[in-house]
């Protein structure tokens, strides 16, 4: 292939296509809507900037145990990992009018939890690092994807131009297929039935909401509690603690509300209620936190639709073809929610890019 490959999202699974190309000698171009690197990835400090040893206000855990691919991604990167802490006993809180219970569980969390230390992002600072930076553009929005005999013509915009051009042999479209269907035009036009699986498919974190409470030392592990709680009263349903390998002590919380209601209540009303809840649940302590964060995931434009706003179904795969015969030569899905293994998930976006790469190195159909 003469012109390098492009790849569309520089998320964990567009960083990861990118590495697994270079490390085939492999030429490619990166494309990222975002100023940054990540996706979904958010690791981010106590200011709200970006941190050596933040705070995730996306994907939290993984499971070596169990991931096999993201394991050894994780072990090839040389990235260190720490146990969510699940010493203590559990808070449930029924419903309001009622107090809060505690609980003992008898039996260890299995498989164990792991973070990483520095956040999910050491994950996307470790990936990049290896990558030459020339390669990747940065704020660059895809519009348009047109396929003719030589390849792919992709159109996006950047802050500095209204339109610029690539052409390239094959594209992989490392985003949740519903956003690639809503900000991207195919010319021709894909087949009703990609179209209607893309629409149908939840893009992974898009409906949450989370918020953390930040303290000068995890005091609820002093009281016995390992910080996880489960309320159906609200507005935080699951509660864990956040406290990141350097100490810096930190509950975080799904917010229960809805997407459309979050934004009618606003984020600072939803910050106070969410730190009454805690204090109830964890005690006075709770009710002083040195600072708090908040990301609601469904009111970013680069990563949720409408139809994302309204939750959904948990992802499932199914085997079935992501696109349709007269683009699939040219054209790989590599989001999380198009992998075989834990769509959706960390471990969904290392299978998703790898199985594209297999398929772009081998000659082979990713589907």
């Not at 802490?85 to 569980?105: A, C, F, K, T």
């Not at 603690?241 to 600072?268: I, K, M, N, W, Y």
């Amino acid at each position: 292939m003469s012109n390098p490959i492009l790849i569309v999202g520089g998320g964990l699974a567009g960083l990861t296509v990118a590495r697994r190309l270079y490390q085939a000698g492999l030429g490619f171009r990166l494309l990222e809507a975002r100023q940054r690197l990540g996706g979904r990835i958010l690791s981010v400090h106590a200011s709200g900037h970006d941190a050596k040893d933040g705070f995730d206000l996306g994907p939290s855990w993984f499971w070596p145990g169990t991931q096999p691919m993201l394991k050894t991604l994780v072990d090839e990167l040389g990235l260190a990992a720490f146990p969510q802490n699940s010493v203590g006993d559990i808070v449930v809180h029924r419903m309001s009018r009622e107090e809060p219970q505690r609980y003992r569980l008898s039996v260890q969390q299995a498989p164990q939890s792991m973070r990483f230390s520095g956040g999910s992002s050491a994950l996307i600072a470790a990936l990049a690092a290896d990558l030459p930076l020339d390669n990747i553009c940065l704020g660059a929005r895809v519009t348009h994807a047109t396929r003719d005999g030589q390849g792919i013509e992709v159109r996006f915009t950047t802050a500095a131009e209204p339109e610029e051009t690539v052409r390239a042999p094959h594209v992989v479209f490392a985003l949740p297929p519903r956003l690639l269907e809503a900000t991207v035009t195919f010319s021709p036009a894909l087949d009703a039935a990609t179209v209607e699986r893309w629409c149908a498919t939840p893009t992974w974190m898009a409906p949450h909401a989370k918020v953390f409470a930040l303290y000068d030392k995890p005091f609820w592990r002093e009281a016995g509690l390992c910080g996880t709680a489960q309320s159906m009263a609200g507005p935080l349903v699951e509660i864990h603690d956040a406290t990141t390998a350097s100490g810096q002590a930190a509950l975080f919380g799904f917010l229960g509300v809805p997407a459309e209601r979050r934004a009618t209540v606003g984020q600072e009303a939803l910050i106070a209620a969410s730190i009454q809840q805690l204090a109830r649940l964890f005690g006075p302590q709770a009710a002083s936190p040195i600072g708090t964060l908040f990301k609601d995931w469904a009111a970013d434009p680069l990563t949720a639709t409408q139809a994302d706003r309204l939750g959904g179904a948990p992802l499932v795969p199914t085997g079935q073809a992501w696109i349709d015969d007269g683009w699939r030569d040219r054209v790989s899905l590599a989001g999380s929610e198009t992998a075989q293994f834990e769509p959706g998930y960390l471990a969904g976006a290392v299978d998703a890019a790898e199985r594209a790469v297999t398929g772009l190195v081998t000659g082979t159909s990713t589907r």
